[in-house]
């Protein structure tokens, strides 16, 4: 369970799943990967592909509700959802983790 503790004037205290608004500044910063040698950020599965592809990375089709990739050269998975709207940060840092010094997770608002 994530979120923020709200307390109210009353003493009460609130669990928000979702704050927005002035509630709490900054606790849902979006993020995003970055290819560090290019500082390109991936901006969709296209671009992913192809950065990943010339790591070497190659799709792996067994199951066909996921986007996955493999390396010949180790035992690494790489597991997608299919749509790119539910790439999450917790993606990204598993692609970080298995190309190391590659990749990296930003916050978005800090890029524009």
Excluded at 16 to 24: A, H, I, L, Q, Y
Excluded at 39 to 56: I, K, N, Q
Excluded at 58 to 64: F, G, L
Excluded at 80 to 109: G, Y
């Amino acid at each position: 369970m994530s979120g923020v503790w709200v307390f109210k004037q009353n003493g009460v205290v609130q669990l928000v799943e979702s704050p927005t608004g002035d509630s709490v500044q900054g606790s849902a910063r979006r993020k995003v990967l970055v290819h560090v040698p290019t500082s390109e950020m991936v901006t969709s599965y296209h671009v992913l592909e192809r950065l990943l592809a010339s790591l070497g990375w190659e799709r792996y089709y067994d199951d066909p509700n996921l986007l996955q990739f493999h390396k010949r050269s180790n035992v690494h998975l790489i597991s997608l959802p299919k749509d790119f709207n539910k790439f999450k940060s917790m993606h990204m840092f598993d692609i970080v983790v298995k190309n190391r010094n590659m990749f990296e997770v930003r916050d978005a608002s800090y890029l524009s």
